[in-house]
Each structure stands twice: as structure tokens, then as C-alpha cells.
Nanobody, 117 residues
Framework: QVQLVESGGGLVQAGGSLRLSCAASTRTFNNYDMGWFRQAPGKEREFVAALSRFDGNAYYADSVKGRFTISRDNAKNTIHLQMNSLKSEDTAIYYC??????????WGQGTQVTVSS
């Protein structure tokens, strides 16, 4: 199992930046695909970005391509989401996700990101 703790959310003006972090408590961090999802009020949770544990390739939702960057620090069991050029539609609770090789998903408690227009 793995426990995930997000940090770095907050209130920012449109056009601004935020950096989210997710710390994973596990001895086998390298065995997990890591990613970010978000859920806006009244909407379903949606994929934002992910990093493959196999080749390190990054994948992004079309809505955040070119603005968000996901990164991984295996030495610190941490992933980050650098969010630039934020828009009001990016307002949501952001959740860290870890997926193991059996397809089991683990979730953090979420961190609120609010973008004011």
C-alpha cells in the first residue's frame, strides 16, 4: 500500500502559477505509475497528467497541455505538478494518484486550487 499527501494548493489570479506536490509513503515508489486528477464542483473527477513508471513518459489532458508539467523525484518519493497560465476553469480539488501493477489505485486527500478571474 501507499499513502499520498498533497500540498501546494491555494488561491491564485488567472495567469498565475502554482506548484503542487505529492509525497508518497512507500518503499517501492518506483513500482507505481503516478498522476494527478481533479474534480471541479458539480463535475466528475478527470485526468490531468501522469508519468509512466516504465519509461518516464508524461501524459497530459488536452486542456492542460503546454501549461502544466508533471515531474517525479524518485529519491524523495515525490511528484510535482507545475501549473502555469492558470485559468478559472482550472479551479478544482486536485488529487494525487498512484497505480500499482495490479491496477489498484491509491488517492490522496486532495488539495484545493482556486483561480480567480
Amino acid at each position: 500500500q501507499v499513502q499520498l499527501v498533497e500540498s501546494g494548493g491555494g488561491l491564485v489570479q488567472a495567469g498565475g502559477s502554482l506548484r503542487l506536490s505529492c509525497a508518497a509513503s512507500t518503499r517501492t515508489f518506483n513500482n507505481y505509475d503516478m498522476g494527478w486528477f481533479r474534480q471541479a464542483p458539480g463535475k466528475e473527477r478527470e485526468f490531468v497528467a501522469a508519468l509512466s513508471r516504465f519509461d518516464g513518459n508524461a501524459y497530459y489532458a488536452d486542456s492542460v497541455k503546454g501549461r502544466f508539467t508533471i515531474s517525479r523525484d524518485n529519491a524523495k518519493n515525490t511528484i510535482h505538478l507545475q501549473m502555469n497560465s492558470l485559468k478559472s476553469e482550472d479551479t478544482a480539488i486536485y488529487y494525487c494518484n498512484a497505480a500499482d501493477s495490479t491496477g489498484v489505485d491509491y488517492w490522496g486527500q486532495g488539495t484545493q486550487v482556486t483561480v480567480s478571474s
